[in-house]
């Protein structure tokens, strides 16, 4: 039988903005990847999202991303291997100390935005993303896009991997996801959304926009919680994969 993790960041406010929703998405998705306070979030909101997670059962990840508060970590950045490395380790370090504080136990490290994006794509900066992950825990889980240079890289310093798709996102013939700033980045219809994701889980494969099917690993499906239509979408794909007999599980469960 076919099992499938549903992710989605979380913790992407700062004070109790948009708290309520984090709470209803959090009885979605079997994981949640919480911003660590460099494109969005604060030590509040952390800690708290940490604790409505734990609640529900939910596992945790941590979601580091660029500093860029006013850009939401969206806007590409030139920085080293090093840095790259740095600024991981920072991250994931205070979202563990507040994990850990509640008595829990972090599961994974997804990069957020661009340097998820960058790191999919530049072999040097996804090997230090790596490292860092598997210098703090090696028995965390690196979380990245499906046949990207990050999950290559996960593999090659001895992590555990999880290889993402997207629920509400269009591909490229390359296995990229299409940039945000095209019109067609986002897919229309919850129906579509709903066809895409049972393909990728049942059959390992996804049409780009060019009608190019490729085939793709989907060991964990991320949708995110910032859309005005976020909750009902949410609860429309974990219906959608239940129905189809797929099991909704983390990683780890």
Known sequence: MKTV?????????????????DEELLDCVTSASIACGFHAGDPGTMR????????????IGAHPGLPDLVGFGRRRMD????EAYDLVVYQVGALWGFVRAAGGQLQHVK?????YNMA????????????????????????GLAGSELVSAGRHVGLRTASEA??????????SLTPRSSPDALIGSDEEAVAQVIRMVRQGKVMSRQLAEFEIQADTICIHGDGEHALAFAR???QALEQAGIIVQAPLA
């Open 5 to 21: 993790d549903l992710n989605c960041d979380m913790g992407e406010s700062f004070g109790a903005y948009r708290m309520g929703r």
């Open 48 to 59: 708290r999202t940490v604790g409505q997670a734990l609640e529900r059962g939910v596992a």
């Open 79 to 82: 920085i080293s291997p090093q």
């Open 111 to 115: 990069p957020h935005g661009e340097l």
């Open 120 to 143: 999919a794509r530049d072999a040097a900066l996804a090997e230090a993303i790596a490292e860092a992950v598997y210098r703090i825990d090696p028995g965390l889980i690196l979380y």
């Open 166 to 175: 997207f629920a509400d996102r269009t591909y490229q013939a390359d296995g």
């Open 236 to 238: 429309t794909i974990r």
